[in-house]
């Protein structure tokens, strides 16, 4: 006789039997895995920050050592996940004395948990190339922040002093045109003249700027436009005369919000008969809040 299908209660009720035990089985078989799977050894790379200490020498390094190493390590999988969460302290590589041309890396200095060993370096040796530096005196270079709105930078600002003393390395003083300025901020500067201090951006390659700071001066004034019209003509007042040259040319350089008409014919050029007889006579312009420079400035006037 077959057996009778059992019924959907009874199946969860053995489901639901000794639910406590069946939970604490559970957990133990998760802690024993996550123990078990934590101790067995791992390896790992890992990128160490790099820090070279110099003998005492004037001699520099010519090419600079590399800011990490490759560090394989090999322990515990819990404590090679900790130490990628916590990071490895710098490897600091004391150097030898400037005659030496190579140094080992000596992976015994890091700080690693007990239980991780290094397996391998990369690099596991460093060259090393040394050079005197040497002295050049250089121009500094003035760079500028944007002025107020409605002011221009007038003329070439100047640094006090006007050159200073670097120190580095011959192939990259070779090539050094200037010592640049940090960017003077002239967000709240005025018009007129003005002076600041200002520091210098140390080029790469370069080991000292003397001085470190310079004086910079400078100079604002409105902002301008410029407008100019090449044949304006010329009126008479005063009497029935004309000029010879009967136009002239008109420069305008007026504040930006200033009103300049913006043809030729719309300008007024003029010149008045004088009592006495005179050949050449000044014209004048119409000019509101701009100055103008007339071309030729002088005209002659046949009665």
């Known amino acids: 006789m077959a057996p009778s299908p059992a019924s959907p209660d009874s199946v969860f009720t053995g489901v639901l039997a000794n639910l406590g035990l069946k939970a604490t089985a559970l957990g133990i078989s998760v802690l024993l895995y996550a123990i078990v799977h934590g101790t067995q050894d791992a ?16 001699m520099v390094l010519s090419d600079p050592l590399p800011p990490t190493i490759q560090v394989s390590l090999r322990g515990p999988r819990a404590k090679l996940r900790d130490l990628r969460a916590e990071g490895i302290a710098p490897l600091t590589l004391v150097l030898p004395p400037a005659d030496a041309t190579r140094i080992e890396v000596d992976g015994s200095q ?13 690099p596991s040796e460093l060259t090393l190339k040394w050079e005197k530096p040497v002295e050049r005196v250089v121009p500094v270079r003035v760079a500028l922040g944007s002025p107020p709105p409605g002011l221009v930078v007038e ?9 200073v003393l670097v120190r580095g390395l011959a192939r990259r003083l070779e090539v050094l045109q200037a010592v640049p300025t940090d960017a003077l901020d002239l967000t709240q500067a005025q018009r007129g003249s003005g002076e600041r201090r ?25 902002a301008t436009t410029v407008h100019a019209f090449a044949h304006v003509p010329v ?10 040259p009967a136009v002239v040319a008109v420069r305008f350089v007026c504040p930006i919000d200033a009103h300049v008409p913006p043809r030729a014919e719309d300008l007024v050029a003029f010149v008045r008969i004088p009592e006495a007889h005179v050949d050449l006579v000044d014209v004048q312009v119409e000019r509101g809040a701009c100055t103008a420079e007339v071309t030729p400035a002088r005209v002659i006037v046949r009665r």
């Open 235 to 244: 009126a008479v007042l005063g009497g029935a005369a004309k000029t010879q």
């Open 110 to 122: 890091l700080d690693l948990p007990a239980g991780v060993r290094v397996e391998q370096l990369e």
């Open 198 to 222: 200002v520091g210098l951006v140390v080029p790469d390659g370069l080991l000292a700027v003397d001085p470190e700071r310079v004086a910079v001066r400078f100079s604002l004034r409105e």
């Open 155 to 163: 003329g070439t600002p100047v640094a006090l002093p006007p050159t």
């Open 43 to 58: 390896q790992q790379t890992f990128s160490v920050p790099l820090v070279a200490s110099l003998p005492r020498t004037e």
